[in-house]
């Protein structure tokens, strides 16, 4: 056959219930639950060898034979199901699901029922294969002479049910990118910042109108009492220099790039040439550019790195 007549639903017609099956596929694509929270396995109060299965909807395809289409169940109530006595040697997983028995295809029954699918006891056990016309809600690990059953135990195995109903709008979900949490494809999404995410400063970041409470930036300081060489870590840094004799601080070459700044201060009575290394030039209005003075104790100046191995001393200098 390859189209199914009549089609659903004639006003005069009479409809063979596998085309109305069909007609439910469409909407109902694959065998699943319908409402997130429906048919959850728990584990019963007071706990036993028992579970619980919570109300609720689910779709499922019928898997006999090709084009039997879904059937839709509904449990209206919360049912108790029983485990059957664990082995006293080993344990085994049952599986918990919902079956439908069609006596059109095979059988003697017509009707949905909800059952617990024993496992087969073992060293490592698997759960048992899914019958057919069912969804699989749980599986429910029994251990070696186990005697209740509780949440631990249970393993939630139910799917949400797909449809073919084309999406509307323009967002069908939201995902939580790096540093969120959260997200999801139905009802209320919400999204949190995750705090247990360090923030990613390798990629540049810009700060709009924020405002920084109290800030402090300290100086870093390396005190110098004799002939100096200056190395990568004074960079923004003050250099004290500190003797009665007159001695020089050098900028070393190759160490800096541009932009760097060093400050330096004549901080006893000794005077301070600052002069560049080999392969390094310096410029300032002191009476020698190359080698300027700090004026006198307590003067100060600054050396900005302004290219390769090309510094401007400013400040007090002579």
Known sequence: MTIR??????????????NDRLTTQALWATTGIIKSDSMLVHQNTPTGLSVVVDS????????TQANMGTYVTYNDASVVLSITSADPTNPRIDRVCATVN??????????????VVAGTPASSP??????????SLATVAVGAGATTITNANITDTRVLVTT?????????????????S????????????????????????????KTLTSPKINVGINPQTSAY??????NGKLITLTNGSAFAVT???????????????????????IQGDTGVTVVSTGATAATPLLRAQYSSATAICTASNTWLVVGDIE
């Open 251 to 273: 900028i070393a070459a190759g160490l800096y790039s541009t932009g760097a700044q060093l400050n330096f201060a004549q901080m006893g009575a000794g005077q301070i040439t």
């Open 182 to 209: 959260g997200g999801g494809s139905s009802g209320a999404v919400t999204l949190s910042i995750d705090t247990g995410v360090t923030a990613d400063l390798t990629t540049a970041q810009t700060l709009t109108n």
């Open 229 to 234: 060489t200056t190395v990568a870590a004074d």
């Open 102 to 115: 069609d006596a059109y295809y095979t059988g003697a029954l017509n009707n949905v029922v909800l059952q």
């Open 5 to 18: 007549t009549p089609p659903s639903w004639l006003q005069n017609g009479s409809h063979p219930a596998e």
């Open 56 to 63: 609720g909807w689910a779709a499922i395809v019928g898997t």
């Open 126 to 135: 698997s759960a048992p294969a899914l019958p057919a016309n069912s969804i």
């Open 164 to 180: 073919n109903i084309p999406e509307s709008g323009d967002i069908s979900s939201v995902t939580a990118g790096t540093g969120l």
